[in-house]
């Protein structure tokens, strides 16, 4: 989706980028060329937070993977161009002088997926998340840190990608090559990685993951109370609350304990669900289809 942000939008989120870039610098004794990487990237500045229910993304979120979700994790990466005679390793590759420098020659891998092969019957990772990938520096370039992808191999298994030694034929690969303020709705099964970024500037983007309630988060146990306390119901079903304030162990935790991530008792534990009727007809999600 190429102009999803407008000037405005995308401009606060720049300013937030190097709002943040500063104080991982001073805290972690970084210099101007360092990359970096900040996990649960939502308590760090309200322009991040203010992403995971985007009123034009969050429908199309809802659509694809249901109402009963919350956040896996949010990821702010930061990529500042290579230096000067650093040589970059075949894409995807995990070795090279780039990687061992500290920029991240990641494997190609689809996401999750030593966790995920457990319950696969055939092999193949379930459908249990999906990411957005925000652009917010020009990705227009080949070899600017852009995103790779293989189409179609989230239909194909992990245990293929570790017999290929993670090889990837180049016929197979798809540089995405993106205009700052794009937003890009994609399932992490998708074998992907980063590529290297020889352009003239740095690389700032943002994934958020969505997954089912029922599935423990990546980057936090439970977010800050202040930060749910000041949150929309919407907004505190997404960051892991109960905005009810239940119990969430139900009404007899004692006897009969009964995680209301798993079973919910109490609609106003999943607000998305009535704001998914209120658009789409009290149909479940399954039954809906999927317009991306």
């Known amino acids: 989706l190429e102009n999803f942000f407008t000037p405005d939008e995308l401009a606060r989120l720049l300013d937030a980028v190097d709002e943040v870039a500063a104080n991982v610098r001073q805290s972690k004794g970084l210099g101007p060329g360092d990359p970096f990487a900040i996990r649960n990237a939502l308590a760090h500045h309200d322009a991040f937070l203010d992403l995971i229910d985007h009123p034009r993304m969050l429908p199309l979120v809802v659509d694809a993977i249901g109402w009963n979700i919350q956040i896996r994790t949010t990821h702010l990466d930061y990529r500042p161009p290579y230096p000067e005679g650093l040589a970059a390793g075949a894409v995807g590759t995990g070795k090279g002088a780039d990687h061992q420098a500290g920029y991240r020659n990641v494997l190609w891998h689809p996401d999750l997926a030593n966790l995920f092969e ?3 019957l055939d092999g193949r990772l379930p459908f249990m998340e999906l990411k957005v990938f925000y652009v917010l520096s020009d990705l227009t370039r080949s070899n600017s840190g852009n995103l790779w992808m293989v189409p179609g191999s989230h239909k194909r298994t992990p245990q293929e990608l570790r017999a290929m030694d993670f090889k990837v034929d180049p016929a197979e690969a798809v540089e995405l090559l993106l205009p700052p303020g794009t937003a890009v709705l994609w399932r992490t099964a998708t074998w992907h990685c980063v590529g290297p970024n020889q352009s003239q500037q740095t690389r700032k983007i943002m994934h958020i993951g969505y997954h089912h309630r029922w599935l423990r988060p990546t980057d936090y146990m439970q977010q800050d109370p202040a930060l749910i306390a000041r949150s929309s119901p919407i907004r505190r079903q997404l960051l892991g609350a109960l905005p009810s304030g239940d119990n969430p162990l139900g009404d007899d ?4 304990p009964s995680s209301q991530y798993w079973l919910t008792k109490n609609r106003e534990d ?19 289809p999927v317009h991306l």
């Open 118 to 120: 457990a319950v696969s």
């Open 253 to 256: 935790p004692d006897f009969h």
């Open 270 to 288: 999943v607000p998305l669900r009535a704001w998914y009727e209120a658009r789409n007809g009290a149909i479940e999600p399954s039954r809906q």
